[in-house]
């Protein structure tokens, strides 16, 4: 609640100046992979009340966005889905800093074929192959490093977990079959899954909570209808969308 009232003024300030803003029609999103079916509805419903918006989706790993917009590449708004990539491009200078707030936040499950006789942690140490995020760049993997090496079963599974680009790859392979589990969010399984199945909810206690952190750039800041979506996101409308999705309110 804290965290809302001292964003509020912030969006109010961003609503009162959208006049004086630049136009900008397209809007560039550098969205965490994990967000896309919701981002797409979001966008679609402020879209149709502000038909002038284009929007330039870019979904994908947050570590690969951030050094992606980095490098240049347009982005009005970023949604990562943890606060190190968020950190890293306001590091760099690249947003606008009193922008930064909490989108939602998510947990991280594991998935496989329904059939797989696995109910926590430490049963996963006995599987063949086992799918995450590279840590390096995705978040959910990182998030899943660190719960299996506070579970004490790192070492043992070192050899035989399948580095994904983004989350989404991540799920694929174990639908697929082509691993026998993988470490995601629960939104992914219950929204893009066909075949894997949530097969346990990995406790909080061992990782830090995911947390969906949301900011314009410096650019996207002078970008009417960027700054326009970006509170948008602030509103019921949207808290809405996001929990039909599956997503945790802030």
């Known amino acids: 609640m804290k965290k809302m009232l001292a964003i509020l003024p912030m969006v109010v300030s961003i609503l009162m100046s959208l006049s004086s803003a630049v136009y900008g029609g397209d809007v560039h999103l550098a969205v965490a992979a994990s967000l896309k079916e919701v981002v797409n509805e979001l966008s679609d419903n402020f879209a ?12 994908g790993g947050s570590g690969a966005l951030a050094k992606q917009t980095e490098s240049g590449a347009p982005a009005d708004i970023f949604i ?7 950190d890293y491009l306001k590091g760099k200078g690249m ?28 049963d996963v140490a ?15 993997g ?5 719960a299996l090496k506070k579970a004490g079963i790192y070492q043992q599974l070192e050899h035989r977990l399948v580095m994904a680009k983004d989350v989404r790859e991540c799920l694929l392979y174990a639908d697929r079959g082509e691993v026998e589990g993988a ?11 066909k075949r894997a199945r949530i097969l346990f909810t990995v406790p909080q206690e061992y990782y830090p909570r995911v947390t969906y952190p949301m900011a314009l750039t410096k650019n996207g800041a002078n970008n009417l209808e960027a700054a ?7 509103t019921d409308e949207a808290r809405s ?10």
């Open 48 to 59: 149709r009340k502000h038909p002038s918006a284009n929007f330039k989706k870019n979904y």
């Open 80 to 86: 990562s889905a943890n606060t190190e990539w968020m």
């Open 95 to 122: 947003l606008d800093d009193k922008s930064v707030d909490t989108l939602t936040y998510n947990v991280l499950v594991f998935v496989g074929q329904p059939e797989l006789k696995v109910s926590g942690l430490h």
């Open 126 to 140: 006995r599987l063949g192959k086992v799918a995450i995020g590279s840590p390096k760049s995705v978040p959910a």
């Open 142 to 146: 990182e998030y899943a490093l660190t």
């Open 183 to 193: 470490f995601v969010y629960r939104t992914d399984a219950l929204l893009v899954a």
């Open 228 to 234: 326009a979506f970006y509170a948008y996101l602030h």
């Open 241 to 250: 969308v996001l929990k039909k999705f599956g997503f945790l309110a802030r």
